[in-house]
């Protein structure tokens, strides 16, 4: 199984940008999906999942209201909106796939991408 994570860069303070992710060698949509992020000095966080059978998505506090998971099953791609980027969330971002449904631990989760990074100029 192979995650590719793509569409990080250096935004300003209040700017959008979307990550994408494909997903290659498994079925797509057995794999319950999230993002997580990892910042310089900290430890990797939980951002936002996405159910395999049920359209549900749950977000970290401090992203939600303004990030949006999605996936594409026909494209066996997940999506990461992020809109009023902050200095704050300023990482290197992962996708990441579960042969669970949903979870927000990163030990929950089986197949990793290598991270995209995303920086929030101020």
């Known amino acids: 199984v192979q995650l590719q994570a793509s569409g990080g860069g250096l935004v300003q303070t209040g700017g959008s940008l979307t990550l994408s992710c494909e997903i290659s060698?498994?079925?797509?949509?057995?794999?319950?999906l999230g993002w997580f992020r990892q910042a310089p000095g900290k430890e990797r966080e939980f951002v936002a999942t996405?159910?395999?059978?049920?359209?549900?998505?749950y977000y970290s506090d401090s992203v939600k209201g303004r990030f949006t998971i999605s996936r594409n099953n026909a494209k066996n791609t997940l999506y990461l909106q992020m809109n009023s980027l902050q200095p704050e969330d300023t990482a290197v971002y992962y996708c990441?796939?579960?042969?669970?449904?949903?979870?927000?631990?990163?030990?929950?989760?089986?197949?990793w991408g290598q991270g995209t990074l995303v920086t929030v100029s101020s």
């Open positions: 060698g498994t079925t797509f949509s057995r794999l319950g």
């Open positions: 990441a796939g579960s042969l669970l449904s949903v979870s927000r631990d990163s030990h929950d989760y089986d197949y």
């Open positions: 996405n159910s395999r059978n049920i359209d549900r998505s």
